[in-house]
């Protein structure tokens, strides 16, 4: 169902697909970006990972070059300057705020931007074919998007996107504001298009999103990153210990030593091996009502990162 | 060239899908041509009620007198007696629509059944068929009247017949029976034109207003009218709407250059500029393509508007190429002002307002409003600085001013200079603020 000819074009010569060198860019007093670093392997999703203001749209814009960083560099496929024509037509960017037109249909808005990118003809007609389905949009393909819902609109700005099939997808924050729906939706969408072969980019500030989509994640606050790897690497470094909370019957052996004060009937302790010392204490007799473990989550990352949970 | 071409079609779409816009651009403007040039002009058409034109009173006689008091009583008609070399130049500069003259070479007023022709000389412009069509109705109605009276006018007929009487006499005895057939034969023709008369008299009521405008209608064969053309070197505006339409595509452009200002800056703010910026399109691309879709556009709704003044309301051209270039010249203008005005704010209120005010203070000093030529003279010397008023005076140069190229060549450098070094300047300012 999906080709990519422009893809096999590209000549991937290089491990990474994008990487950023010490990337800094201030706006007056603050720093948006400061002196960031990552690099991004070839097929990849990789998720930005921060709240309101960290500095996620920041590093797009310069990724894509169109603001200018103060210091440092970015790569395409090995490539410095990503204003050159030939990195442009490779690089899809669905941008934070809806950019698409109103007064046009989702059908014109497409054909629009993929003539921007040299399609025509039949091939432009494919494409805008081949992103309404993306979308989901075929039966409303003729309708001004002006009368779409949100989540309608959030679709046809990240088909915009990949209008022109490119193998470098920037989505920036492509879920807020639309129903659980909608966003299941979105995200089998990039999973399909990371299927495709292509390298992506995600920033977010739902660690849910991230966790689900990402194979790896920059963890991303003030500027700077804070920690960056898989999932689970970013857990066992940073997320701490697992959490238990369980009811028990009461009264409790006497000879069962409890991890923690009981309250009342509550007992509530963090253990690296939560699994072991419910085990433990079962053995020594200790009855459990209810019971429940949790892991630690990139949530608990960042809270134990920053002090401050990801939104307030 | 493609992408520029692709981003002016996007954004006229998006215009002509803005019907509030739209009204704005050609309605309002319009609206405008017409509600000062119906107020200018009294009540309604100032051409078609009436018709001044001269009488040459070169060789005056009682009957060159009475025909031309016969015309005057034609409420169409306001007449001016004048020697035929101070009627030429005004028929020329179009301060008159026309010269009569009525050439009468006949010795008695009752000569003119005699099978005399008196003929009637008109000077008028080519150009203006309708006029002459209508004047020709008129003269032979009342040249027809004046026939008239002249049956009516008893005592008129005894005096003729002694004159008659008298030069028989005077000839003698001998031709008496040759001349009294002569006589008879006279009284004959009288009568035969009497029924002429009478008859055509019928026709015309039948068919009045045809015959009005009928060039050819003659009710009476012996009036023999001449024309000579005058072709007319326009001195001033022949209707208000030359004054009025001039400054409706004043309204239109400045219609235009706010509506496409405001729209780079929703780009901005929507963030589709973002987008088009990061398309693999050159940032002149991306505003070369606003430049284009503005500058089409506002030929394209000058050119209506300046059609519907032409086509329905009698606004009259002197020199089409001058027309033309009045039009694409405006059209530059106006997209170096859109680019200036575009970057006076960061918000649509922003841009919006100043765009507005900037522009109706530029309309109010330029002529937009009030006509430069009712204008107090300090205002007049502050007018050069709006574009409006080199936008005015290039199109009435065309249209009635009847400028030679060395006259149009100003208004047009200002207005295309003024549209290159705002385009340049807005550009600028835009790029810096992008970052
Ligand atoms: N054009 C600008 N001018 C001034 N300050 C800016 C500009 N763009 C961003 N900033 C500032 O830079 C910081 C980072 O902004 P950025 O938009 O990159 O954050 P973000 O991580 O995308 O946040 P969000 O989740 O809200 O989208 C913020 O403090 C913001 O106010
Ligand atoms: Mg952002």
């Known amino acids: ?312 | 060239m493609g992408a520029m071409f692709h981003l002016a079609i996007k954004d006229l779409k998006l215009l002509w899908r803005d019907k509030v816009g739209f009204f704005w651009v050609l309605g309002f403007p319009l609206l405008i041509a017409l509600f000062f040039g119906s107020i200018y002009s009294g009540a309604g058409s100032a051409t078609a009620r009436s018709m001044k034109i001269a009488v040459i009173t070169d060789n005056m006689n009682p009957t060159v007198q009475s025909f031309y008091d016969q015309l005057g009583k034609s409420d169409v008609l306001v007449l001016t007696p004048m020697p035929l070399d101070s009627a030429r130049p005004l028929v020329a500069q179009g301060k008159l629509a026309a010269y009569v003259q009525y050439i009468d070479s006949s010795k008695s007023a009752f000569d003119m059944f005699s099978g005399h022709k008196p003929h009637i000389k008109v000077g008028i412009d080519p150009s203006r068929k309708a006029e002459a069509g209508y004047l020709n109705g008129l003269l032979n109605q009342a040249f027809f009247m004046q026939l008239q009276s002249r049956f009516t006018d008893v005592k008129g007929w005894r005096r003729y017949l002694k004159d008659q009487r008298q030069s028989w006499d005077s000839i003698g005895t001998g031709w008496n029976s040759k001349l009294g057939m002569d006589f008879f034969e006279k009284l004959d023709g009288v009568l035969e034109s009497a029924e002429k008369i009478d008859s055509a008299y019928a026709m015309k009521s039948d068919s009045a207003s045809d015959s009005v405008s009928e060039k050819n209608y003659s009710p009476f064969a012996a009036l023999d009218v001449a024309y000579e053309d005058v072709a007319v070197i326009w001195a001033g505006p022949r209707s208000s709407f030359e004054i009025t339409f001039p400054q409706s595509l004043q309204w239109a452009l400045i219609a235009a250059a706010a509506a496409f200002s405001l729209s780079i800056v929703t780009e901005r703010t929507r963030g589709t500029f973002l987008r088009l910026r990061i398309a693999p399109i050159s940032r002149m691309q991306i505003l070369g393509g606003k430049g284009l879709a503005c500058f089409i556009f506002c030929v394209g709704v000058c050119s209506l508007l300046m059609a519907v003044g032409i086509l329905i309301f009698g606004v009259g051209v002197a020199s089409w190429t001058y027309l033309i270039l009045a039009i694409l010249a405006g059209g530059i203008c106006f997209v170096g002002v859109m680019m200036l005005i575009s970057v006076m704010g960061k918000t649509e209120a922003a841009v919006s307002g100043a765009g507005w005010a900037v522009m109706l203070v530029m309309a109010m000093i330029g002529g937009g409003m009030m006509p430069l030529m009712f204008m107090p003279s300090w205002l007049k010397s502050i007018s050069h600085l709006s574009p409006i008023k080199w936008g005015i005076l290039a199109l009435e140069g065309s249209i009635w001013r009847g400028f030679g190229f060395g006259e149009m060549i100003l208004p047009l450098a200002v207005l295309v200079g003024v549209g290159v070094v705002g385009f340049i300047i807005g550009t600028m300012i835009l790029s810096r603020s992008d970052g």
């Open chain 1, 1 to 312: 169902m999906l080709k990519h000819e422009t893809w096999h074009k590209f000549g991937r010569n290089k491990l990474s697909m994008i990487r950023v060198t010490n990337l800094k860019k201030a706006f007056g007093a603050i720093r948006a970006v400061d002196d960031i670093s990552f690099e991004i392997p070839d097929n990849q999703v990789f998720g930005l990972l921060g709240p309101n203001g960290a500095g996620k749209t920041t590093t797009i814009n310069l990724i894509v070059g169109i603001i200018n960083a103060d210091a440092g560099s970015v790569a395409i496929n090995g490539e410095n300057d990503p204003t050159r024509t030939h990195l442009r037509r490779r690089i899809g960017a669905a941008p934070q705020a809806l950019a698409i037109y109103d007064n046009l249909s989702a059908e014109e808005n497409l054909a629009f931007f993929g003539k921007l990118y040299g399609l025509s003809g039949k091939k432009l007609k494919e494409r805008v074919d081949w992103c309404l389905d993306l979308a989901g949009l075929q039966d409303r393909r003729r309708d001004r998007v002006g009368k779409y819902s949100g989540g309608m609109k959030r679709r046809l700005n990240m088909a915009c996107a990949i209008v022109h099939d490119p193998p470098i997808l920037l989505l920036d924050e492509p879920t807020v504001g639309v129903d659980p729906q909608s966003r299941n939706m979105i995200f089998d969408r990039i999973e399909m298009l990371k299927n495709d072969g292509r390298t992506i980019v995600y920033t977010t500030h739902y660690m849910e999103e991230a966790q689900r989509l990402c194979d790896r994640v920059a963890i991303i606050d003030h500027g700077k990153i804070l920690a960056e790897g898989t999932i689970d690497s970013l857990i066992e470094t940073h997320g701490g210990m697992g959490t238990v909370n369980a009811e028990l019957e009461l009264p409790v052996p006497e000879n069962a030593k409890l991890p923690a004060e009981l309250n009342e009937n509550r007992l509530s302790f963090e253990s690296s091996q939560p699994l072991q010392d419910i085990a433990a204490l079962a053995d020594a007799g200790v009855k459990y009502r209810s019971l429940r473990v949790e892991r630690p989550n990139l949530e608990k990352v960042f809270l134990n990162l920053t002090g401050r949970r990801l939104r307030d």
